[in-house]
């Protein structure tokens, strides 16, 4: 089945305690991106990646980074996480163009005390 | 720059009623893409439909309807005959291509609730 698989779908963590959250997809997309959805805000975009070992800041990108190593994985680390990371994170990918429908993880509750 | 606004913020009708939600957009470019995405109480975001910006031709899909008016910059969604599992977060978004990266512009969202 083709999915993009977010873990943790849920994490309460404290004021700068270093965290990883994974995204991997089985489609052989190369285009892959992190979002935070947050009340009003709609969904705004962190960082993105164009394919292995190319990536680019997105609206939102402070406080977050990305890696990607390996096609099919795209993690979002927060060094320093602090509460307004506060947020619902959802990772996305696609085939490289502008007309091609995202498909997105089932998204992680982050909450950060 | 790109923007996209969703106006209404929450809709609340009666089961089998009409509903429309809007959805009105903003860009320099000729050539763009928009999309719906509906995100139910499960919390998992599901594409809806796409539409290019050379294609003003409307789209039906069952119970579903997309108007898309170049015109007006606008490209909203009407729900026919709403049923309770219609109740989700609604997106409309439009997407560009810059120099090989495709970049997702999202509305604010409308909360649409369907009562029995």
């Known amino acids: 089945e083709a999915q993009v698989t977010q873990n943790p779908r849920y994490l309460i963590t404290v004021t700068g305690k270093k965290l990883t959250v994974t995204c991997s997809q089985n489609m052989n997309h190369e285009y892959m991106s992190w979002y935070r959805q947050d009340p009003g805000l709609g969904l705004r975009q962190i960082y993105y990646?164009?394919?292995?070992?190319?990536?680019d800041k997105g609206d939102v990108p402070e406080g977050y980074k990305v890696s990607r190593k390996e096609k099919r994985n795209f993690p979002l680390i927060l060094e320093s996480p602090s509460p307004n990371q506060t947020s619902l994170y959802f990772c996305a990918s696609s085939l490289s163009g502008p007309n091609t429908e995202a498909f997105f993880g089932q998204g992680t509750r982050l909450t950060v005390v | 720059a790109q923007k996209v606004t969703q106006a209404q913020t929450e809709i609340s009708v009666v089961e089998k009623e009409d509903v429309t939600l809007d959805c009105v957009y903003e860009t320099r470019d000729t050539t763009y893409y928009l999309f719906w995405y509906k995100q139910p109480p499960s919390g998992e975001l599901v594409f809806l439909i796409r539409r290019n910006s050379f294609d003003e031709q409307n789209e039906i899909s069952g119970r579903y309807s997309w108007n898309f008016q170049k015109s007006t910059s606008s490209f909203n969604f009407t729900i026919t005959a709403s049923q309770v599992v219609d109740s989700a977060v609604y997106f409309c978004?439009?997407?560009?291509?810059?120099?090989?990266?495709?970049?997702?512009?999202f509305g604010q969202g409308t909360r649409l609730t369907i009562n029995p």
């Open positions: 990646s164009m394919n292995v070992e190319v990536t």
């Open positions: 978004a439009l997407t560009r291509w810059f120099q090989g990266a495709q970049k997702l512009v």
